[in-house]
C-alpha cells in the first residue's frame, strides 16, 4: 500500500475480544495519532446502544453543532439532524467531541482530501484506518504505554 504522502504504509482494523474500555482507548489514540492527517471528519449522532453517560455531554454539543449547521445553511433543513455532522479537527472543543462519540457511534469518519484514513462504526466494534509506518510505530506506542497490546490491531490484507 502506498499512504497520502506517496510512502509505505498500512491499513489497520480492530480485532475482537478487547474489553470495552480498550476499544474505547484504542479509537481516540488512533484519532490522536491520525488528527494532523486529516482535512475533513464528520459523524451520526447514532449508536445501537445507550450512549454512556460520560459521553451525553459531547452528544448534546453535537447535536447543537447540527443545528447550528441547518441555521447557517451548511445543512438541509431536510437532512437528518444526527447524520453528517462536521468535526473541525483542528478546533479543540469539537475534535474532543468526536474522540467522545467516535467510539459509540454508528459512523465517524475522518478524509484526507479525497482519501478515507479513519472509519468508526458498528458502535464502537469496527475501526478502519490507513496509516503510514511511523503512525502506526507511535500508535502501538501509544497503546502499549496504555496496557494495551499490539494484538488489538491488525494488519488489513491489501485489496480488502
Known sequence: MINQEGGPGRELVLVDGLSPAD???VHREALCVLR???DTAHFDAYSDDAWPPAVLHSYERALVLARQERADGIRSRRADPG???EIDVRDDAQFELLLDLAPHTINAEGWRGDRLVFSASDSGT???MAVTDEQ????LARLDALGIPPTALSAQPPGR
Open 23 to 25: 476499544v474505547v482507548l
Open 36 to 38: 494532523s492527517g486529516i
Open 83 to 85: 447524520t453528517g455532522i
Open 126 to 128: 469496527a475501526l478502519w
Open 136 to 139: 502506526a510505530a507511535e500508535l
